[in-house]
């Protein structure tokens, strides 16, 4: 069993700093900025969201009476696939700038289709993971 309040910490951090870290990276692996800026808009509203439970979260129960665990399947799932799809966003930025994803729109595309399967395994994952 794993503690509810690591779970909740490990998946908060790295959603919220693999976010942070993509925003600040657009610019420089998507040289062209206007560019950087429709794909960091694509991330927007699911970066928003995350930030919004979590403050919500820690600011309404906060983790002094945290007793809550969960399952090593359910937490290493969890983990596993928040980690996975937050560095894919950076991956696929990577690949833009590299020339292997070839055209804005491929890219754009890309980063939806990765933070859209990232927003519905965590539309599941909060109401568990963050009673809300």
């Known amino acids: 069993m794993v503690h509810g309040y690591v779970l909740r910490a490990i998946v908060c951090w790295t959603i919220l700093l693999l976010h942070v870290a993509t925003i600040i990276a657009a610019p420089f692996l998507i040289v062209n900025f206007e560019h950087a800026m429709q794909v960091i808009l694509i991330l927007m509203p699911l970066t928003g969201l995350y930030v919004g439970v979590v403050v919500n979260f820690y600011s309404r129960d906060g983790i002094a009476d945290d007793q809550e665990s969960f399952s090593l399947q359910f937490s290493a799932l969890t983990i596993f696939l928040v ?49 809300g």
């Open 83 to 131: 980690f996975t799809f937050s560095v894919a966003v950076i991956g696929v930025q990577y690949l833009y700038y590299g020339g292997r994803v070839e055209t804005l729109e491929q890219l754009k595309r890309a980063v939806g289709i990765i933070d859209t399967a990232l927003g519905v395994y965590s539309g599941f994952m909060i109401k568990r993971l963050f009673r």
